[in-house]
């Protein structure tokens, strides 16, 4: 059996440096006068960005607030997994597990988790809390890297047996954006003996790509535009 193992976060000083030195020994590419964003990443916002990361920004304290965090790991399908879970502070606190997207983290929900845990200190109900428990996606933030293609479409699986199998919520929520939401729409569908009510930020992507044989005039239009966006905007899923 698996066991749930605390973790914390400690990247390696090398890692620190080696990312100094890159930012320090950047190659900056030309960029015409006044082009903005309209050729690609503007040149002054990156600058802006390259010294911040440089100069500004102190990791270290970073990782000491992260850290404050109930972290842990554990292994599902010779895949370690790791996640924040927060319990909450009411008499029944319900399990909720969050899933991010792309190019992202547990990071994302920061700010969210204690409104979820502890709703009372923000002036809300203690009735109201959750448990909250944050998995990094396989390839994502302190989670393994996938040792398979395909993966990202049974990650769902994975977090039914976390939260079944790891931390014994037999029934639990779930909210997720971005590959969250294609994540958390299949874990709804594939187990919904467990998955009491799902929330989703946006559409999971794929719908996109399911035309309807008929559609009525609005809906003509509303694909017309998704395709447009996806050769403009979207071509990185392409």
Known sequence: MHLVQPYTID???????????????TRWPAQIMGSGWDAGMDGNYLHELVDHWSEAYKWRNEERKLNRLAQYRTEIEDTGIHFVHERGKGPAPFPLILTHGFPDSFFRFVKLIPLLTDPAAFGGSAEDAFDVVVPDIPGYGFSDKPNQRGLTFRVGDLWARLMTERLGYPRFGAHGGDWG???????AQRHSDSVVAIHLTDVPFGHLLRKPDDPPAAEQELFKRNEEWLQKEGAFMR
């Open 11 to 25: 990247v390696a000083e090398s890692i620190l440096t080696d990312l100094r030195k890159r930012l320090e020994n």
């Open 181 to 187: 939401s294609t994540i958390t729409e299949q874990l």
